[in-house]
């Protein structure tokens, strides 16, 4: 699969995403791995493209990644690498799988 580096301004996170707590720790943890290393593993996102009069705004819904996202924001990145899925139920699917699968290494 192709990786992009997509700008962080442009990925927005679904509202359950923006719900989830997540641990302080972890994330401080992971924002200063980011800072030394870079985001090693790409996120999960699909590219939504919305009409708007004059043009298309175009836009990436975050799949999978959420702490990345998070950690690369606090981090200072402009981009992050990431994956561009088809918006389909089992892509969905499919990343949150992958995402639990990494969940316990991070």
């Known amino acids: 699969e ?16 923006l719900k989830k707590e997540i641990d302080k720790k ?13 985001v090693i593993q790409p996120l999960i996102v699909v590219k939504v493209e919305k009409r708007k009069r004059g043009g298309i705004n175009v836009y990436y819904r ?4 959420q702490k990345r996202l998070l950690a690369a924001k606090l981090a ?3 981009v992050v690498p990431a994956v561009i899925k088809k918006d389909d139920p089992f ?11 990494t969940h316990d290494k991070v």
């Open 62 to 65: 975050l799949v999978s990644g």
């Open 2 to 17: 192709n990786v992009y580096y997509i700008e962080i301004r442009k990925i927005r996170q679904t509202k359950e995403q």
């Open 91 to 101: 892509n969905k699917i499919q990343g949150h799988a992958e995402s639990n699968r």
């Open 26 to 38: 972890v994330l401080k943890d992971l924002t200063e791995s980011i800072r030394k290393y870079g």
């Open 76 to 78: 200072g990145l402009a």
